[in-house]
């Protein structure tokens, strides 16, 4: 899987609707085309399966990671999410944060096996497509 991807706000977009059908409100191209315009954005992966975050000084922020369910379980989102913490630590992060649901259990595995730590939690903090809400866990891992 090569490290970054071209930036193609419409792609993202369908893999992110399909990623999260059913559960969190999907982001538009419009939304993904916003991001990618801003300084210090990272974007691994392809269409299959990416990482989405920021860079801001020595601190690194996932916003979103995304794989669509034909290409789960396949280590694609392992590799792109690897390949986000060297990019941000190239540009000079010395940690990563992120926010994930606590009823996502796929992608708490996956950050767990990637070394990051739960530092906190956001009540309420994610609104499902059916209304209910959803805590967030918040994560963290230092970069070599």
């Not at 690897?82 to 940690?95: C, H, W, Y």
Request: proline share 4%; aromatic share 8%; hydrophobic share 50%.
């Amino acid at each position: 899987m090569p490290e970054a991807i071209p930036p193609d706000p419409l792609a993202l977009a369908a893999t992110h609707a399909a990623a999260f059908a059913g559960g969190e409100r999907a982001w538009s191209a419009q939304e993904f085309g916003d991001l990618l315009a801003q300084s210090g954005v990272i974007l691994c992966g392809d269409a299959r399966a990416f990482v989405l975050g920021r860079v801001l000084l020595d601190e690194a922020e996932i916003l979103t990671v995304a794989t669509d369910p034909a290409f789960r379980r396949q280590g694609l989102a392992r590799r792109a999410l690897a390949a986000f913490q060297a990019r941000a630590e190239a540009a000079g992060a010395a940690r990563v944060f992120l926010e994930v649901a606590e009823t996502n259990h796929a992608a708490r595995a996956l950050y767990t096996a990637a070394g990051y730590a739960k530092t906190g939690r956001r009540l309420g903090y994610y609104r499902q497509v059916d209304g209910a809400r959803t805590d967030a866990l918040l994560l963290a891992r230092s970069l070599p």
